[in-house]
């Protein structure tokens, strides 16, 4: 089992900037692919970011291009989501997932395990 925490969410204005953590414990170390989704009232839940182990590329969804950047530190489990210039539009739980596969994925159901979530409101 993997469990993972969410952490950083909250209120900020349009045009401010958070960042989400995501630490990882239990069998992490076989989880390779780690990635962000967003879930805002009555939408789907929706891709955000996705990174390797290895770190060497980086996915995005074009809403969020430009201004979230994902990173993680495997000494520490720990994945990390930058968010700047953030749009009221971007208010949503957040939720942190980990994937066995090798590559990076915007498809939800090849991620095995899943955060509770964070909530990211963005005031106008």
């Known amino acids: 089992q993997v469990q993972l925490v969410e952490s950083g969410g909250g209120l900020v204005q349009d045009g401010g900037s958070l960042r989400l953590s995501c630490a990882a414990s239990?069998?992490?170390?076989?989880?390779?692919?780690m990635g962000w989704f967003r879930q805002a009232p009555g939408e789907e839940r929706e891709f955000v970011a996705a990174?390797?182990?290895?770190?060497?590329?980086?996915d995005y969804a074009d809403s969020v291009k430009g201004r979230f950047t994902i990173s993680r530190d495997n000494a520490k489990n720990t994945v990390y989501l930058q968010m700047n210039s953030l749009k009221p539009e971007d208010t949503a739980v957040y939720y942190c997932?980990?994937?066995?596969?090798?590559?990076?994925?915007?498809?939800?159901?090849?991620?095995?395990?899943w955060g509770q979530g964070t909530q990211v409101t963005v005031s106008s």
């Open positions: 997932s980990a994937s066995s596969i090798f590559m990076t994925t915007r498809i939800p159901s090849l991620y095995n395990y």
């Open positions: 239990g069998r992490a170390f076989s989880m390779h692919t």
């Open positions: 990174i390797p182990r290895s770190a060497d590329n980086t």
